[in-house]
C-alpha cells in the first residue's frame, strides 16, 4: 500500500531541542554555517539549544565569543557578506542593543545600498521573557523595535515544529537578516516536529484555532496564553479564533483580516508594552483595511508602560495572561454572567513558572 503524499513523520521534541535540531541540519548541509554566541559550546548550550553541536561539527563551526556584542556582530557581518551564513546566539535580547548600530544601520541595510547586488544572510538570536526575577533588565521584549526597520525580517515562533521549520528556512534559504526571537517560557514546552529537512515560509501566520464569535491575534508566549483564554471561553459558549503570527516582517495581513471579516471582533496581544507596540501596527493595520467588518472596536492588550518589575507583587499586575483576554472577550460580547458563571482559571503556582515544563536554569 502506498504511503499518503501528506504523510510526514514526526517525532516529539521540546522547542529548545527542536533549535538544536534545525542547527544541526543547516550545519551538515550548508559549510558555510556557524555558530556563535555566548555559552553556544559550553554544557547548557543556550537552554539546551546548542547542546552536543560543538563536539559533533567541532570548535571552528560552533563557537563561544567574548562579552564585545558589537564587535562580535561586525565579524558576522563581515562573514555574512563574504559568503558565510553565520548564526549568532544573545542569551538575553539586552545585549544584542549593545550591537544596534551594526544590526540596524550595517546589516538591514546592506542589500538596499548596493542595489540589491548584496546580501547579508545573518541569523540573530534573541532570547526574550522574563524568569526567576530578572526585572527591568533582562526580562523584556524589544520586538517592535526590530520590526520597525526595513531590511531585517523578524521571527518570533510558538511551537516546536515552527522553530524548527522558521530556523532553518532562516540559515539556509534567507539572504536578508534575520532577528529570530525565543520567548523563554517556551523553551520546555513539547510537540511533534517533522523529521529531517523542516523549512516553514516568512510571512505565512498560523490559525491555531478555529471559531466565529472573536478573533485572538498573538505570537510567540501570548499565543499559548490565547489558547488557554479560548479553551476556557468555550465553556461559556464562546468560540474563538486564534491567530499564531509567526513572523512579524513580513506580517501576513491577508489571514488577520479574512479572521476578522469573519468574526467582527478582534483582540490584539502583546508580548511587551502598549505604547509603540506590535499590537499597535496590528490593531491600526485592520482599522484601515477591515473597519466595515468590525461590529465592536478593536482592543488591545499589553504590558502596562513601565519597566518590568522584578517583584512577584508586581509582577502578577504587569504580563498579561490568559485571564486579562477572557475578561477583555467577555467585556466585548457582554458575556459577563456567562463567564463569571466559570470556574476561574488557575494562577500559576509561581509567577515566574507559567507551567512545570519551564525550570530555569537562567
Same mark, same amino acid.
Given at each position: 500500500?502506498?504511503?499518503?503524499?501528506?504523510?510526514?513523520?514526526?517525532?516529539?521534541?521540546?522547542?529548545?531541542q527542536a533549535?538544536?535540531?534545525?542547527?544541526?541540519?543547516?550545519?551538515?548541509?550548508d559549510p558555510?554555517?556557524?555558530?556563535?554566541?555566548?555559552?553556544?559550546?559550553?554544557?547548557?548550550?543556550?537552554?539546551?539549544?546548542? /547542546? =552536543?553541536?560543538?563536539?559533533?561539527? *567541532?570548535? %571552528?563551526?560552533? #563557537?563561544?565569543?567574548?562579552?564585545?556584542?558589537?564587535? @562580535?556582530? +561586525?565579524?558576522?557581518?563581515?562573514?555574512?557578506?563574504?559568503?558565510?551564513?553565520?548564526?549568532?546566539?544573545?542569551?538575553?535580547?539586552?545585549?544584542?542593543?549593545?550591537?544596534?548600530?551594526?544590526?540596524?544601520?550595517?546589516?538591514?541595510?546592506?542589500?538596499?545600498?548596493?542595489?540589491?547586488?548584496?546580501?547579508?544572510?545573518?541569523?540573530?538570536?534573541?532570547? /526574550? =521573557?522574563?524568569?526567576?526575577?530578572? *526585572?527591568? %533588565?533582562?526580562? #523584556?521584549?524589544?520586538?517592535?523595535?526590530?520590526?520597525? @526597520?526595513? +531590511?531585517?525580517?523578524?521571527?518570533?515562533?510558538?511551537?516546536?515544529?515552527?522553530?524548527?521549520?522558521?530556523?532553518?528556512?532562516?540559515?539556509?534559504?534567507?539572504?536578508?537578516?534575520?532577528?529570530?526571537?525565543?520567548?523563554?517560557?517556551?523553551?520546555?514546552?513539547?510537540?511533534?516536529?517533522?523529521?529531517?529537512?523542516?523549512?516553514?515560509?516568512?510571512?505565512?501566520?498560523?490559525?491555531?484555532?478555529?471559531? *466565529?464569535?472573536?478573533?485572538?491575534?498573538?505570537?510567540?508566549?501570548?499565543?499559548?496564553?490565547?489558547?488557554?483564554?479560548?479553551?476556557?471561553?468555550?465553556?461559556?459558549?464562546?468560540?474563538?479564533?486564534?491567530?499564531?503570527?509567526?513572523?512579524?516582517?513580513?506580517?501576513?495581513?491577508?489571514?488577520?483580516?479574512?479572521?476578522?471579516?469573519?468574526?467582527?471582533?478582534?483582540?490584539?496581544?502583546?508580548?511587551?508594552?502598549?505604547?509603540?507596540?506590535?499590537?499597535?501596527?496590528?490593531?491600526?493595520?485592520?482599522?484601515?483595511?477591515?473597519?466595515?467588518?468590525?461590529?465592536?472596536?478593536?482592543?488591545?492588550?499589553?504590558?502596562?508602560?513601565?519597566?518590568?518589575?522584578?517583584?512577584?507583587?508586581?509582577?502578577?499586575?504587569?504580563?498579561?495572561?490568559?485571564?486579562?483576554?477572557?475578561?477583555?472577550?467577555?467585556?466585548?460580547?457582554?458575556?459577563?454572567?456567562?463567564?463569571?458563571?466559570?470556574?476561574?482559571?488557575?494562577?500559576?503556582?509561581?509567577?515566574?513558572q507559567p507551567?512545570?515544563?519551564?525550570?530555569?536554569?537562567?
Amino acid at each position: 500500500m502506498s504511503t499518503p503524499v501528506s504523510w510526514i513523520a514526526t517525532k516529539q521534541l521540546t522547542y529548545a531541542q527542536a533549535i538544536r535540531d534545525a542547527h544541526a541540519i543547516a550545519l551538515e548541509r550548508d559549510p558555510s554555517v556557524y555558530l556563535m554566541g555566548l555559552g553556544s559550546p559550553d554544557p547548557k548550550g543556550v537552554f539546551g539549544t546548542t /547542546v =552536543g553541536l560543538a563536539e559533533q561539527f *567541532g570548535a %571552528q563551526r560552533v #563557537q563561544d565569543m567574548p562579552t564585545a556584542e558589537s564587535g @562580535m556582530t +561586525g565579524v558576522a557581518i563581515g562573514t555574512a557578506i563574504s559568503g558565510m551564513r553565520p548564526v549568532m546566539s544573545h542569551i538575553r535580547v539586552e545585549f544584542a542593543l549593545l550591537a544596534v548600530e551594526q544590526i540596524v544601520n550595517q546589516a538591514a541595510k546592506w542589500r538596499y545600498m548596493f542595489g540589491g547586488q548584496m546580501q547579508c544572510p545573518l541569523v540573530i538570536r534573541l532570547l /526574550v =521573557g522574563r524568569g526567576w526575577g530578572q *526585572g527591568p %533588565q533582562h526580562s #523584556q521584549n524589544l520586538d517592535a523595535w526590530f520590526a520597525h @526597520m526595513p +531590511g531585517l525580517n523578524v521571527v518570533a515562533p510558538t511551537t516546536p515544529a515552527d522553530a524548527k521549520g522558521l530556523l532553518v528556512h532562516a540559515i539556509l534559504e534567507d539572504d536578508d537578516p534575520v532577528v529570530f526571537i525565543e520567548h523563554r517560557w517556551l523553551h520546555g514546552i513539547k510537540g511533534d516536529v517533522p523529521e529531517g529537512y523542516h523549512s516553514v515560509p516568512f510571512g505565512q501566520a498560523r490559525i491555531a484555532r478555529v471559531g *466565529g464569535d472573536l478573533t485572538v491575534v498573538a505570537s510567540s508566549y501570548m499565543t499559548l496564553e490565547a489558547l488557554r483564554a479560548a479553551e476556557h471561553l468555550a465553556q461559556a459558549g464562546i468560540d474563538v479564533e486564534v491567530i499564531d503570527l509567526r513572523t512579524l516582517r513580513p506580517l501576513d495581513t491577508e489571514t488577520i483580516l479574512a479572521s476578522v471579516a469573519r468574526t467582527g471582533r478582534v483582540i490584539v496581544t502583546d508580548n511587551s508594552w502598549r505604547t509603540g507596540g506590535f499590537a499597535g501596527e496590528v490593531t491600526s493595520t485592520i482599522a484601515e483595511h477591515a473597519f466595515g467588518s468590525l461590529v465592536a472596536a478593536p482592543r488591545r492588550l499589553a504590558m502596562p508602560d513601565v519597566p518590568v518589575p522584578t517583584s512577584p507583587a508586581l509582577a502578577r499586575f504587569a504580563y498579561p495572561r490568559a485571564r486579562d483576554i477572557v475578561a477583555l472577550a467577555a467585556d466585548m460580547l457582554d458575556a459577563g454572567e456567562r463567564v463569571a458563571a466559570l470556574q476561574a482559571l488557575p494562577e500559576p503556582a509561581h509567577l515566574d513558572q507559567p507551567d512545570p515544563s519551564f525550570v530555569g536554569p537562567f
